[in-house]
């Protein structure tokens, strides 16, 4: 079982920036690859980022593809996302989750665990 926590949400003007922080209960974290997801209201989950067990693969939407950023500290049990240039179309609320697999995914039926959830609000 791996509990998830995210953090680092709020509002923020267009062209700011934001870092989530995702902190993970699980002895074996350096196992899980890890992704960011998120959903605007009226609108479907989709994809953010993702990371693979070891931090040295990561993969972007083409929508935030050289303004976010996903990193991870196996040593403390924490994944990041962050967030630059961001624009009012990022607004939504971002989910941390994980995979028991050392390999990250695109698609939300991949992940096993996720966080509750923290809202990113990007003004005009």
Request: glycine share 10%; net charge positive; with cysteine.
């Amino acid at each position: 079982q791996v509990h998830l926590v995210e953090s680092g949400g709020g509002l923020v003007q267009a062209g700011g920036s934001l870092r989530l922080s995702c902190a993970a209960s699980a002895r074996t974290f350096s196992t899980y690859a890890m992704g960011w997801l998120r959903q605007a209201p009226g609108k479907e989950r989709e994809f953010v980022a993702v990371i693979n067990w070891r931090g040295d693969n990561t993969y972007y939407a083409d929508s935030v593809k050289g303004r976010f950023t996903i990193s991870r500290d196996n040593a403390k049990n924490t994944v990041y996302l962050q967030m630059n240039s961001l624009k009012p179309e990022d607004t939504a609320v971002y989910y941390c989750a994980a995979r028991s697999s050392s390999a990250g995914s695109t698609s939300d039926r991949s992940y096993d665990y996720w966080g509750q959830g923290t809202q990113v609000t990007v003004s005009t």
